[in-house]
């Protein structure tokens, strides 16, 4: 039987909007970090416009119940784990989007997924850069709620540098309309950038207005492998140095062999460390900083370099490096670590990995975007074995101290959610944790958004 609370909500939505069949808010109940204490939910919430997020908030406060947001389910933290006897507040029928090549931007609900933004701001000529290697299935507003990163943000930055107007449904149900389509925009705080990267915990997320860029030069590529870490990691700062390529990622030889198992692409499996980098600088320069890689590459002992400047092949070793996440998840579960450093201390950081790895007697796969040090080191769990769920727990807590003690972060781009949450006040202190706790207090004070996630 339904709950009787959800009659009025029910009576405030479109037909069909609340889901309660178990069958149904099963699939709504974990990210792709598959909490398996993630919550039963009292139901699912399809909001289809700002009026019904209003609406599932003012319902929320006045019933006490918590909502989670969720976008397409794609988080790695665990910030979209349902809670018990909460809502889930999904986004994902929210799909519209208007582009304004006259001001170079775009507005867009949160629903539409980044592949189908980019695609439809495209068609303008116009380019949107953030590109995590979830793009495809991940939503603009989920994007926008943990300021997603990816490979080209070593040149282009990440999500924030992207949005410049949000319009938020706060936990009471009240909409505020922050920024717009303006460049620049110094009234009153800067309450825009507060919400980016909030992770549900503050407010809603219902429409989005995103600053476009002309559309991107072709890339030329290159693939260079190497023998040892250091070598890789003295080639990036080489690189780093002197341009700012438009991608610069990284794979261990875990990941290399992982990936050439699962894609068959002949990959360099005896390389300790293998590196791909673009550059899309325009006209003859391309090819220029392309040289200045690979000479950078040369100098610091790669053993096997490869250049492109088709677009095809190129975007094959980018389909590598996107790859490494199905592929090492082929090996078992994972945990999905996502720690930063600044990029001098990268030998440092992989080698402590492989030190945990070993210790612990797990595998870590790690890829990274090494040209902002931002790393993923993927925990190979097995839930069903107990010993090996609790050994790579206790490897994946290793890592994000390894990390703070290298003067880094603990998550450079999937956030806190819920399975980092343990490990932010040492990364944060306590007055800074203080500041965010005062902040998230002023906004949710009956903490009914996300509970859970991040505090
Ligand atoms: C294969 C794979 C590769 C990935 N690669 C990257 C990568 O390169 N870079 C990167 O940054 N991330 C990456 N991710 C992680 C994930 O895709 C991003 O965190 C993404 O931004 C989440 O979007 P989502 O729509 O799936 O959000 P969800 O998982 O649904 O939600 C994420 C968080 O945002 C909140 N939220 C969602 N929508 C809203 C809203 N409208 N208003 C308020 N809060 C909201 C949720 O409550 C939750 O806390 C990857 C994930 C996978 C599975």
New binding site residues.
Partial sequence: MTDPRLDSLIAALPAKSVLTEPDVTAGYRQ??AKQPDAGQPLAVVRATCTEDVQAVMRWSHEHGVPV?????????????SAVDGGLV???ER?RAISVDPATRTAVVQ??L??AEVKAAVAEHGLWYP??????E???????????????C?VKYG??TDYVLGLH?VLADGTLVRLGGPRLKDVAGLSLTKL?VG?????????EITLRLMPAQPPAQTMVASFATLQEAADAVLAITATMRPAMLEFMDKVSIIAVDDYLKMDLDRTAEAMLIAQSDAAGAHCSHELAEMVAACEANGATEIFSTDDPAEGEAFCAAR?AA??AV?ALGELL?E?VGVAMTHLPELVTGIAEIAERRGVTIAVVA?AGDGNT?PLIVSDPHDPDVAARAHLAFGEVMELAIGLGGTIT????V?RMKKDWLPAYLGPDEMALNQRIKDALDPRNL??PG??F
């Fill in positions: 990210d792709w989670v947001p969720r976008g397409a389910g794609t988080g790695l933290s665990g910030g979209a507040l999904s986004l929210m949160p629903g997924l980044n953030p590109d995590p290697s979830s793009f299935i991940c939503s603009i507003g989920g994007n926008i709620a943990t300021n997603a990163g990816g490979l943000c990440v999500t938020v919400f909030s992770e549900g915990t503050l407010g809603i997320v219902t996107r996440f199905p998840g999905f996502d975007h993923h450079g781009e999937h956030g959610g958004l996300n996630a991040v």
